[in-house]
């Protein structure tokens, strides 16, 4: 019982020193979470969107999060001036608007300059961990229906690829962290048992629900504080875009 507490104790804190250094690296990880909405479908005819005098079939909402989720704060001068962060609409859609609805301070001075009918240029000051802004973009199309509504394009100087992920209000880690706990519990009952150390009947059994419990408590703050793969939106961004 001891050598297998043991060889788990060592195999997670081995994990653990491997991540905290990891984490400690300073890099520049520009990062955008996006979320789609269909706003208007042309199904009552006596219900009318028009733009410019023409009437909308379909109208949708875009809200797209720019970010900055490295350590390594992101400069405009780590901007090429010919190469913005860029919302590009896809062949069968248009961008009708945009507007820069909310930031995490007003220091970053992040501003918007929609070209056309295709193209969003964004332009900031600096980016330090988790500052950002959202975008809210209207188009002329359902985005249900097209494979790909809007590109997103940023190039940083000496920062990692730009990462692009669907906003969603739960997150896979906290379904992930409950089927882990279940599954080390079954296989730590299941080894228990098979070795004889623990019987129906032993009252090791509550030691071991114990045991299971602050397994549990340091999975969960694996999860969500120290794991790298665990990607955290800021609260006023997540609460503007639920």
């Not at 809200?63 to 010919?82: A, M, Q, V, W, Y």
């Not at 988790?130 to 188009?139: F, K, S």
Request: aromatic share 14%; with cysteine.
């Amino acid at each position: 019982m001891i050598n297998i507490f043991g060889v788990i104790g060592t195999l997670f804190f081995g994990i653990l020193s491997v991540i905290l250094f990891l984490r400690s690296q300073r890099v520049k990880k520009p990062m955008i979470f996006y979320k789609y909405m269909l706003l208007h479908a042309k199904k009552h005819p006596d219900v009318k969107i028009l733009y410019h005098g023409n009437d909308l079939e379909y109208l949708s909402r875009a809200l797209i999060f720019i970010c900055n989720k490295g350590k390594k704060e992101i400069r405009r001068t780590d901007i090429p001036n010919t190469h913005m962060p860029l919302i590009q609409a896809g062949d069968n859609i248009n961008i009708l608007s945009a507007s820069l609805i909310s930031f995490s301070d007003e220091s970053i001075n992040m501003k918007i300059d929609h070209k056309n009918n295709k193209q969003v240029y964004i332009d900031f000051e600096y980016l330090n961990y988790n500052d950002g802004g959202i975008i809210e973009v209207l188009l002329d199309g359902n985005t249900k229906n097209i494979k790909k509504p809007l590109d997103f394009n940023a190039t940083i100087i000496g920062a990692k690829k730009l990462k692009v992920k669907q906003f969603t209000s739960y997150n896979l880690s906290d379904v992930f962290s409950y089927i882990a706990w279940i599954f080390t519990m079954v296989c730590l009952l299941s080894y228990l048992f098979y070795k004889g150390i623990i019987s129906i009947e032993s009252d090791k059994i509550n030691y071991l629900y114990f045991i299971g419990s602050v397994l549990v408590i340091l999975f969960e703050f694996f999860i969500h504080r120290v794991s790298p793969f665990y990607i955290r939106v800021p609260k006023f961004a997540k609460k503007a875009m639920e």
